[in-house]
């Protein structure tokens, strides 16, 4: 039994995209933060 | 590690080196400014938002283990390698709550020392401090032996060099600028790692689809495509227990759960794992492509800046570089704050100077991060390869320590004997099965037994505890 | 974090020794079985030679984890073959260098042959993939499972106190 291409496929793209939106999210929270004079 | 696989020019690896030292230690120093106490220098103020909370949380727990070893464990152990790593996010998601317990339970405690001394008592608390000391120096010189071994292979920089300068870099900005610098650089690096997994990601997926990775894989590699492949299934519940154990009992997370803001920690911590759940697999899948790209990968922790430099060039090798240099910083950083802190709150304050002042502890804790970094770079120079396997011992300790842990943060009924059965009990049967079986059943079989043993020791407990006694410290 | 496997079985520890003494080895011990004597023959440009291309191992042991790591010696390019049991062959170096990694190997026996480039093949190693067991893998993985829900039981239920 093995993983198939569309898993690989689906885990690998998903991944990459996530961490893309981890790090605009990241940003984002920040000058909110900022905006709330609350950074710490 | 081949050391004669070199991807830079020596000059643009010191250029380099220069440049990201500066920025860590001028920042440092800025943020440093703001320190009065040791509360401000070791917990920064407890006023941490949840931005910086969140990135904290996740770099802490990058380290060049999760950009360097998930491609070595994606080459060894396949698919299975990879989202067996992604497990580690566990740690964090689990914490989430515990911080929230924590800083309920202790509003004015400092380290995850306390915890142990005010609920177990003095026993209990001896046998943390060497777990948890053990854990946190090996990991230490890991990172540090990791930094200079990785900055030789990529850029030529001598091995002792590369490594004094990380080290020393790291010492300096967290002695000036205490866990607020610490958090605050980690922020930035943070946002470096993951803009340069994803650049990474996609050149690679620009130069061979994944579908032509599934078939060379299926056609040479086909155990790394098994869903049934042994190594890798007895890898998942190891590792992931091992994970835990190092989150749950570590002070680097506790002094995070002391330090954000109110309400600011359940959420960071989630946050922190959702951000570190991709990033195995986002940095693993380069290795599966190796054979599709045709690099010949010579040992397999060379595998990722192999890849990287045949995709991208040089542009690549200058991007791994930094990638490496903030995954190292991110976690070097964070264990000389925690366990700094740690020395200084524990050791020096509860045993040695028990009336010492605020300003006076914030002294010591500084002059503890120094004589740490000290340790940590004699014991690296003379780069022996040994010492860093000495670190895989401690999956049994920190895997003992998990039960402990989470029953005496939730049950009254958790008790002394629970407790240090626990952690001595889990973590004999751990070793000695990690050199009668071998390392993949070490933390799972700590764990299990530690486990048993509390649980049968708080079902016949009649003790109850009184959760104000771990406010004492205010 | 740092909740990985070390590294190993690649190869097994055993001491990397120099061609000359090696050869000297197995050539003592083909002496001593007359049965291997062919062996000797398929390998000529071995005995006579000895800066041809050889592998620094004399045997690798068991891999049961699909990966191995090997080194060789050799003055210029090579390339190196990989032959399964069941008569598969492929080539898995070509060019110069002193050592590979291979993983993924699937259950079987190997043979590894190494040639200088446009050569003929100066020496061999026999590799063998024994998976571990899976049964006791998946025993294994189910006590992982439930201690982790375990855990996850006691911080659930107590969190949902809180």
């Known amino acids: 039994m093995s993983f198939s291409a569309g898993f690989l496929e689906a885990i690998v793209w998903a991944s990459l995209v996530w961490c893309a939106v981890s790090a605009t999210g990241l940003g984002v929270m920040l000058v909110r933060d900022a905006k709330k004079g609350s950074i710490w | 590690m081949t050391e004669r696989t070199i991807f830079l020019d020596p000059t643009l690896g010191w250029i380099l080196l220069a440049a990201f030292s500066v920025l860590w230690v001028g920042l440092g120093f800025y943020w440093g400014r703001r320190n009065k106490s040791f509360e401000d220098h070791a917990l920064a ?18 380290t060049s283990n999760t950009t360097m070893l998930a491609p070595q464990f994606a080459l060894e152990l396949g698919v299975w390698g990879m989202l067996a790593y992604s ?30 001394r005010l609920r177990y008592g003095r ?55 205490g866990l607020g610098a610490v958090i605050g650089t980690d922020f930035i690096q943070t946002l470096i790692i993951l803009i340069g997994i994803v650049i990474v990601g996609f050149a690679v997926l620009s130069q061979v689809s994944v579908g032509e990775i599934h078939a060379e894989l299926t056609a040479h590699k086909p155990a790394l495509l098994d869903v049934l492949f042994p190594a890798a299934i007895m890898a998942i519940f190891n590792n992931l227990l091992f994970g835990l154990g190092e989150v749950f009992h570590n002070n680097v997370w506790w002094s995070r759960a002391f330090a954000f803001r109110d309400g600011v920690g359940g959420k960071a911590f989630l946050i922190g794992g959702f951000i570190w759940l991709p990033i195995p697999v986002a ?3 380069i290795a599966l492509a190796s054979g599709a790209l045709g690099v010949a990968i010579p040992s397999s922790d060379m595998v990722a800046p192999l890849v990287i430099a045949q995709v991208l060039g040089t542009a690549g090798a200058v991007g791994i570089f930094i990638i490496v240099f903030c995954s190292l910083a991110s976690s070097i950083d964070s264990l000389l704050a925690a366990t700094a802190d740690l020395v200084t709150e524990d050791i020096w304050r509860r045993l040695i100077r ?6 006076h502890l914030k002294g010591a804790a500084q002059w503890v991060t120094l004589g740490l970094g000290l340790l940590t770079w004699a014991l690296c120079a003379p780069r022996i390869g040994t010492l860093a396997t000495v ?17 005496g943060l939730y049950w009254r009924r958790a008790n002394t004997i629970a407790a240090v059965g626990g952690m001595v009990l889990g973590a004999g049967a751990g070793l000695v099965t990690y050199f009668t079986i071998g390392w993949f059943v070490a933390t799972t079989v700590a764990t299990a037994v530690s486990c048993a043993w509390v649980l049968g020791a708080c079902a016949m407990s009649k003790s109850r505890f009184e959760w104000i006694r771990l406010k004492e410290d205010a | 974090m740092i909740g990985a496997a070390p590294e190993r079985g690649s190869n097994g520890g055993s001491p990397i020794k120099v061609a000359r003494d090696k050869i000297y080895a197995r050539a003592t011990r083909l002496g001593l079985v007359p049965l291997a004597a062919s062996c000797l023959m398929a390998m000529p440009a071995m005995a006579q030679d000895p800066s041809a291309p050889a592998f620094t191992e ?38 110069q260098g002193e050592k590979l990694f291979l993983s993924g190997l699937a259950d079987g026996d190997y043979m590894l042959s190494i040639a200088p480039e446009g050569g003929a093949v100066s020496d061999t190693l026999a590799l063998e993939v024994r998976h571990q067991s ?18 996850l039981a006691v911080i659930v239920r107590g969190a949902r106190h809180d």
């Open chain 2, 45 to 62: 103020g407890r006023n941490i938002g949840l931005a910086l909370g969140s990135a904290t949380a996740a770099a802490t727990w990058i």
């Open chain 2, 391 to 407: 670190l895989f011992f401690a999956g049994p300790l920190v895997g003992a320590m998990i039960f402990p842990i989470i029953t």
């Open chain 2, 283 to 285: 940095a693993g899948f």
């Open chain 3, 58 to 95: 004399d045997n690798v042991p068991v891999i049961d984890a699909g990966h191995v790591g090997f080194g060789w010696t050799a003055d210029g390019p090579v390339t190196i073959r990989l032959t399964r049991d069941n008569g598969e062959t492929r080539a898995v170096f070509g060019g």
């Open chain 2, 354 to 359: 028990p009336g010492s002042s605020a300003e």
């Open chain 2, 87 to 116: 497990t580690a996010s566990l740690g964090l998601f689990l914490f989430a709550p515990l911080a929230v317990r924590i800083r309920k339970l202790m509003p004015h405690g400092y380290t995850s020392g306390d915890f142990f």
């Open chain 3, 134 to 151: 899976l049964a006791r893998a998946l025993w294994l993985t189910l006590v992982g499972a439930v201690v982790f829900a375990l855990v």
């Open chain 2, 123 to 177: 026993v209990a608390w001896a046998i943390f401090l060497v777990f948890t000391l053990f854990y946190s120096l090996t990991w230490l010189v890991s990172m540090a032996m990791a930094g200079g071994i990785l900055l030789e292979a990529l850029a030529g920089i001598d091995y002792v060099w590369g490594m004094s300068v990380i080290l020393g870099v790291c010492v300096l900005y967290t002695m000036r600028g």
